[in-house]
């Protein structure tokens, strides 16, 4: 494996839209009018002070229903979403989705997903199955689990080489394996702090150990511009665990 550390120009992930799916007697649902809301919050930089609505759908909103389409046997409905940084985002969200009790036996059947893009063109795909208690209190949803790295060829026998590049200025840095995207890492940085927000290894990369290396990296390029991490993920403080060497670059523990 070679490696370095390039520090190419670029842009941070922003959320560029999103839809929710289902299958099944959806559509008569939407037909008869029964009311569906649909809404994902956050607290913004990990505070319980800034909770906003990151994606709605509504079917008390004429706009919304007028998106409605069918595609591949799914009901397909488009969200509205604010372009927030994914660096400003913690690393749970919660996902509500509020309609007719008949519709509460149909956990699993609803998909959500996300899309994530910058200004060069790359993307990060979230995905996922809507369990039971979407319906109910709401999910807590974590946002790296279900990350995945657009583009990716799932057909990868060995790895030859691996290559961090820091995109300072967008403020995430990004795990190359022989010239692709493989995974990155998302921070913040306020003043001499550093909060690592999201640290997303894509599926076809996973269990090879990525995840260790891109954050082992990350932190030793974090040493080098004398930053303290004050906020962190939990794959960071498990990794930090497993190597005290670094736990001086780390201010008192307050995940993210």
């Given at each position: 494996?070679?490696e370095?550390?390039?520090?190419?120009?670029?842009?941070?992930?922003?959320?560029?839209?999103?839809?929710?799916?289902?299958?099944?007697?959806?559509?008569?649902?939407?037909?008869?009018?029964?009311?569906i809301?649909?809404?994902?919050?956050?607290?913004?930089f990990?505070?319980t002070?800034?909770?906003v609505?990151?994606?709605?759908w509504?079917?008390?909103?004429?706009g919304?229903l007028?998106?409605?389409?069918?595609?591949?046997?799914?009901?397909?409905?488009p969200?509205?979403?604010?372009?927030l940084?994914?660096n400003s985002?913690?690393?749970?969200?919660?996902?509500r989705?509020?309609?007719?009790?008949?519709?509460?036996?149909?956990?699993?059947?609803?998909?959500l997903?996300?899309?994530?893009?910058?200004r060069a063109?790359?993307?990060l795909?979230?995905h996922?199955?809507?369990?039971?208690?979407a319906?109910d209190?709401?999910?807590?949803?974590?946002?790296?689990?279900?990350?995945?790295?657009?583009?990716?060829?799932?057909?990868?026998?060995?790895?030859?080489s691996?290559?961090?590049?820091?995109?300072?200025d967008d403020?995430?840095?990004?795990?190359?394996?022989?010239?692709?995207?493989?995974?990155?890492?998302?921070?913040?940085?306020?003043?001499?702090?550093?909060?690592?927000?999201?640290?997303?290894?894509?599926?076809?990369?996973?269990?090879r150990?990525?995840?260790?290396?891109?954050i082992?990296?990350?932190?030793?390029?974090i040493?080098?511009?004398?930053?303290?991490?004050?906020?962190?993920?939990?794959?960071?403080?498990?990794?930090?665990?497993?190597?005290p060497?670094?736990?001086?670059?780390?201010?008192?523990?307050?995940?993210?």
């Amino acid at each position: 494996m070679t490696e370095h550390v390039v520090r190419p120009d670029g842009t941070g992930f922003y959320l560029a839209g999103g839809e929710l799916t289902m299958a099944g007697f959806a559509e008569q649902v939407i037909a008869f009018e029964q009311p569906i809301d649909f809404s994902i919050t956050a607290g913004l930089f990990g505070s319980t002070d800034l909770d906003v609505v990151v994606a709605s759908w509504s079917s008390a909103e004429p706009g919304d229903l007028s998106g409605v389409r069918s595609q591949d046997g799914l009901l397909v409905l488009p969200l509205r979403t604010q372009a927030l940084m994914l660096n400003s985002l913690p690393s749970n969200t919660r996902v509500r989705l509020r309609t007719e009790s008949s519709l509460h036996d149909a956990a699993g059947t609803w998909q959500l997903t996300l899309h994530f893009r910058n200004r060069a063109g790359s993307g990060l795909t979230w995905h996922a199955s809507l369990p039971a208690e979407a319906f109910d209190a709401g999910w807590t949803a974590p946002l790296a689990d279900f990350l995945t790295v657009d583009g990716v060829d799932p057909d990868i026998r060995e790895l030859t080489s691996v290559t961090l590049a820091h995109h300072a200025d967008d403020e995430f840095y990004e795990l190359l394996v022989d010239g692709q995207r493989a995974g990155i890492l998302v921070y913040h940085v306020i003043g001499s702090h550093l909060s690592i927000t999201h640290t997303v290894i894509d599926q076809a990369y996973r269990g090879r150990g990525l995840s260790w290396e891109l954050i082992r990296r990350a932190l030793d390029d974090i040493r080098t511009r004398s930053l303290t991490v004050s906020n962190y993920c939990a794959i960071v403080r498990q990794f930090v665990e497993e190597n005290p060497e670094y736990g001086d670059l780390l201010a008192l523990p307050r995940p993210v």
